[in-house]
Each structure stands twice: as structure tokens, then as C-alpha cells.
């Protein structure tokens, strides 16, 4: 099976199909540092493969999901339509690309925090979803359940329309026992047990919150290992909330690596690790392993 993910993220609410030029990426193996020639190259050899003589047809439509700039002719056929077809024909595209994949081999599309989503992600999601019923594909949605959000609605109409199809997965919170395994698989070693009741009480059965806690606690130095044990060097203050253990991270890195972050945060760009450690050493690349949970 070929899985495709995609995840929205706060800052590209704005940013129409965001997770879906993620998952199309992914389709062509580019990361969001290849250049527009590069994806333009990889997107026409692509299509072509899987479309046949229908690749030229489909590609102004799906270059423009991806964003790219259209060469003058194909710029002018898209004006020719109005606004509404384009994005019809859009939706169209997208979707005999997915059931052309999925003949070829099992297809399974991840898209990750739908809370995140825009608008234009979602319907396009909902025009995407029948694909199930007509050859091997597979959707794992994932998302807050949150009945105030659009995503909400989305996920509860495929739940409705393809309940034979549909299987719910709702996340609880960690229990004591598991968040004290989480706990010490990150610290790689056993924990006091007044560290790991206090951390259990303050996680709250948030697993994120573990292991930046455990992080935090190494990088202070208030944790050794000796002989498979973790040991308090010192006293451990846990921090009270996600953000306090963040903060507490940023506040101990050099001022440029804190200028950079800051610079990411304001213009929203994915943390893609192009830095390396030897330009920035107080900011090292994290690649936390990733883990699909969620309903499908």
C-alpha cells in the first residue's frame, strides 16, 4: 500500500489546500525546498505516467493546486473559465489522479489535523471521500473532535454517508501507567517514582507534554542514566503546561538561534531543518517520529 500525508497547520488556515499540496508533494518525493522548475518537471513526468494522454490535460489544474506559475498559453486557457469551473474541474482532476494511483496500488491518503484546515481543503475532501467506494483507497482522518469546527461536520457526514466503510478511533487521555511508560522509553530508563507521579499528575494524560518534559529535564542536566536508571541530578521542576516547557527550551538557546525561530514563527515558514548545527549550535534539528491516529 502507498500511504500520502498531508497535515494543516495553524498558520496556513489561510492558505487554500495547504495539506493537499503536502500530499502532492509527497506523490512527486519533493520536499518544499525544490524548486518550481524541479516540481513542474517531476508533476508533467508524473502525470504522464499515470494519466497517459490525458497528462497534459490535467496538468494546468493540478499545477495550479500545487501553486505553481502556468506558462502564458496555459495562463490564458484558465482564464477562459470561470472561477467555478476551474475549481470543478480542479476537484475533477484530483480525483481521477487518486483513483488512477489507487489501480496501480493500494492508496492511502493521511491528512493530519483537519482542525487546521481552510475551507477550500475541506470541500474539496468532501467532493474526494467517494473514491473509497470505487477502488482501493483509504482516508485516515485526523482531527480535534471539536463539533464547532468545519472539520467536524466533514468527518460526520462521511461517518453518516459511508457508515459500513467508516471506522471511529477517539484518543483518551494517557492513563498514570502509560504516560510513566511513554516517560521512561524518552528518558531510556526507569524513573524515581516521585518523578514519575509528579509527571503523570502534570501531563494529564497529554503524551506531547511528556516527552517535552523529559527533554526539558535532560537539557537542564537534572537527569542522568547510570547502569539503565534515570537519576535526579538535582531537583526536578516540571514545568505546569506545554508552554511553560517550550519557553523554557527556547529561553536556554544562543540569541541566534532565538532570532531564527523568531523569524519562523512570524513568517510561518515549515521547519524543514535546512540549518545545519554548525551554523546555528544551539538550535539541533528534532525529527520526531510520526504516528497516524485519528478517525478513517
Known amino acids: 500500500m502507498r500511504f500520502l500525508a498531508g497535515h494543516a497547520v495553524s498558520y ?44 497534459d490535460e490535467a496538468y494546468p489544474f ?11 498559453d496555459q495562463e490564458q486557457r484558465m482564464r477562459d473559465f470561470a472561477s467555478d469551473a476551474v475549481q470543478r474541474q480542479t476537484i475533477d482532476w484530483l480525483y481521477e489522479l487518486v483513483s488512477a494511483l489507487a489501480r496501480k496500488r493500494p492508496l492511502c491518503l493521511v491528512l493530519e489535523d483537519l482542525h487546521w484546515s481552510d475551507e477550500a481543503t475541506l470541500s474539496l475532501l ?65 524513573l524515581p517514582e516521585e518523578l514519575a507521579q509528579l509527571l503523570a499528575e502534570r501531563a494529564g494524560g497529554n503524551p506531547y507534554f511528556v516527552g517535552e518534559a523529559i527533554r526539558d ?36 538557546l544562543d540569541a541566534e538561534a532565538r532570532e531564527l525561530l523568531t523569524t519562523a514563527a512570524v513568517t510561518g515558514v515549515p521547519s524543514a531543518c535546512h540549518c545545519s548545527s554548525g551554523s546555528f549550535p544551539g538550535l539541533g534539528c528534532y525529527r520526531p517520529s510520526q504516528s497516524c491516529n485519528g478517525s478513517s
Not at 493540478?62 to 502564458?72: C, I, K, N, P, T
Not at 483509504?138 to 461536520?153: E, G, I, Q, T, Y
Open 217 to 252: 529535564l535532560y537539557e537542564r542536566g537534572a537527569l542522568t542514566l547510570d547502569d539503565g536508571r534515570v537519576v535526579l541530578a538535582g531537583g526536578a521542576s516540571i514545568p505546569a503546561a506545554v508552554q511553560e516547557a517550550l519557553q523554557a527550551r527556547l529561553d536556554r
Open 126 to 190: 468532501d467532493e474526494l471521500l467517494p473514491a473509497v467506494e470505487q477502488g482501493a483507497v483509504a482516508f485516515v482522518l485526523v482531527h480535534r473532535s471539536d463539533p464547532d469546527h468545519p472539520a467536524w461536520h466533514v468527518v460526520d457526514r462521511a461517518r453518516r454517508r459511508f457508515r459500513r466503510m467508516f471506522v471511529d478511533v477517539g484518543l483518551e487521555p494517557l492513563t498514570d501507567a502509560d504516560a510513566r511508560k511513554l516517560a521512561e522509553a524518552d528518558a531510556g530508563g526507569q
Open 62 to 72: 493540478l499545477a495550479g493546486l500545487l501553486g505553481l506559475a502556468l506558462e502564458s
Open 12 to 55: 496556513a488556515e489561510t492558505i487554500p489546500y495547504w495539506p493537499v499540496r503536502e500530499l502532492l508533494r509527497g506523490w512527486l518525493g519533493l520536499g518544499v525546498s525544490e524548486s518550481e522548475a524541479r516540481v513542474r518537471l517531476e508533476l508533467r513526468a508524473e502525470l504522464a505516467s499515470v494519466l497517459g494522454h490525458e497528462a
